[in-house]
């Protein structure tokens, strides 16, 4: 299985983008999905998960701005990312999840907010 992260950009503070992320391939180990995020000087975090179930999880900084959906006809997940904040700036990645623990990474997409 790979993922393919891709949607990040250049934004204004208050707008929008959407992130994509297909997978190719399947895996009876991968149970949720999640995107992640890691500003400069920053350990990564978790933003959204998204399980099996379709149950989602937001951190406190995202909730009600940030929704996690997936699409699974197409493998793929996204992250439509509202009212955005300076403080979004960050390389956002999905991973794939075993329960909680992620087991696969897609590549970064650079997601810069400016004020």
């Known amino acids: 299985v790979q993922l393919q992260a891709s949607g990040g950009g250049l934004v204004q503070a208050g707008g929008s983008l959407r992130l994509s992320c297909a997978a190719s391939g399947s895996s009876n180990n991968i149970n949720a999905m999640a995107w992640y995020r890691q500003a400069p000087g920053k350990q990564r975090e978790q933003v959204a998960a998204?399980?099996?179930?379709?149950?989602?999880n937001y951190a406190d900084s995202v909730k009600g701005r940030f929704t996690i959906s997936r699409d699974n006809a197409n493998n793929t997940v996204y992250l439509q990312m509202n009212s955005l904040k300076p403080e979004d700036t960050a390389t956002y990645y999905c991973?794939?999840?075993?329960?909680?623990?992620?087991?696969?990474w897609g590549q970064g997409t650079l997601v810069t907010v400016s004020s």
């Open positions: 991973a794939a999840l075993r329960w909680t623990l992620p087991i696969l």
């Open positions: 998204i399980i099996t179930g379709g149950i989602t």
